[in-house]
C-alpha cells in the first residue's frame, strides 16, 4: 500500500469510532519508518512491526476516529474504549443485576423507615462511589477520590421512577511516550 493512499482512506473516515485496520510489516511488505507508523497512526490506522527476532509486536490499536481540532479524542484507542465500556459495564451490573437495587423504594434523605426496600440519594452515590474506588483501585479510574466529589444522583425531573446517575471521572492512561531531556552543561566551578 502507498503511505498516502492509505492516510485518504483514514482521513476519510475521520468519525468511525468502530472499525480498526491494521498496517505495517507482514510478509513481503517494505519496513514502514517511524514517521510513516506515527502518521498513519494520526490517520487512524493500527500498526505492526516486526522485531528482531522475526516475530511482529501489535503496536497501539487505535480505532479510525479522529475528528478534527479534538486532541486525543476518548475512542481512539482501543485500550480507552475498553476500559469505558468496562466501567460502564460495571455501574450497570451494579444497579440492574443486583437483587439489592431491584424495585427499591426511593425516600427522602431524612425520612425514617422500617421497609428494608428503602433507599435514599445518599445510599445510591454511595454504592456508586464505592464503585469508583474499587474501579480506581483496579487502575481504570485515575484521581478516584476527586471523582467521588463530582458524582451527582438526583430523582428525575419528569419520572419519579427514574434516578439519573451522572459519575464524573478521567480515566487513566498508557505510557505511549516517555520524553526525556538531559540538561546538561560543564563543570566551570573550582
Known sequence: WDVQTLLAQGNARRNDSINVQIVGDVGNLRK??????????KAGFSN?????????????????????????????????????????YDLMLTFRDSDEWKSVILVGEKDITTNPAA??????????NTR???????????????AQ?????????????????????????VGRIFDIVNFIGFNFKG
Open 32 to 41: 514502514l519508518t517511524y514517521a510513516e507508523r506515527n502518521r498513519l497512526a
Open 48 to 88: 505492526i512491526v516486526k522485531k528482531s527476532d522475526g516475530s511482529h509486536l501489535l503496536m497501539d490499536l487505535i480505532s479510525f476516529y479522529h475528528p478534527q481540532g479534538k486532541t486525543n479524542p476518548l475512542f481512539r484507542f482501543d485500550r480507552d474504549i475498553t476500559v469505558i465500556g468496562n466501567i460502564a
Open 119 to 128: 433507599r435514599s440519594l445518599k445510599d445510591i452515590k454511595a454504592a456508586v
Open 132 to 146: 469508583i474506588s474499587l474501579l480506581g483501585l483496579a487502575g481504570l479510574i485515575a484521581n478516584y477520590a476527586e
Open 149 to 173: 466529589k463530582e458524582t451527582e444522583i438526583e430523582i428525575d425531573s419528569s419520572n419519579p421512577n427514574r434516578v439519573n446517575i451522572n459519575p464524573k471521572f478521567d480515566i487513566t492512561g
